[in-house]
Nanobody
Framework: QVQLVESGGGSVQAGGSLRLSCTSS????????MGWFRQAPGKERQRVAV???????AYQDSVKGRFTISRDNAENTLYLQMNSLKPEDTTMYYC?????????????????WGQGTQVIVSL
């Protein structure tokens, strides 16, 4: 059974940093696509950053220059280093993964999801 487990969320003041981690288990190969998404209550889930197994990556415009996605392919582990956090970054963050032949940029390309980790940024 495939599982994705996020960790590293928490509360931080604006301007601070957090590092999210996502550990994958139950999948013996390296995921082709791994990504971070976030969703505020009542809003659509949005892509934050995605990383392909070949090194390709993409970011949401609002996090460019502040967030960095990285992954350990051998361990199927995904990270999100979040710097210069803003109150508007406050929400639930979800890790996702998939290996189908679909573009990694899109929400529908991901069939496996973690339970999420909460990030709260205060002034």
């Amino acid at each position: 059974q495939v599982q994705l487990v996020e960790s590293g969320g928490g509360s931080v003041q604006a301007g601070g940093s957090l590092r999210l981690s996502c550990t994958s288990s139950g999948y013996r190969y390296s995921w082709r696509c791994m990504g971070w998404f976030r969703q505020a209550p009542g809003k659509e889930r949005q892509r934050v950053a995605v990383r392909e197994s070949d090194g390709g990556r993409a970011y949401q415009d609002s996090v460019k220059g502040r967030f960095t996605i990285s992954r350990d392919n051998a361990e199927n582990t995904l990270y999100l280093q979040m710097n210069s956090l803003k109150p508007e970054d406050t929400t639930m963050y979800y890790c996702a993964a998939d290996s189908r032949d679909l573009a990694c940029s899109y929400l529908y390309s991901f069939g496996y999801w973690g339970q999420g980790t909460q990030v709260i940024v205060s002034l």
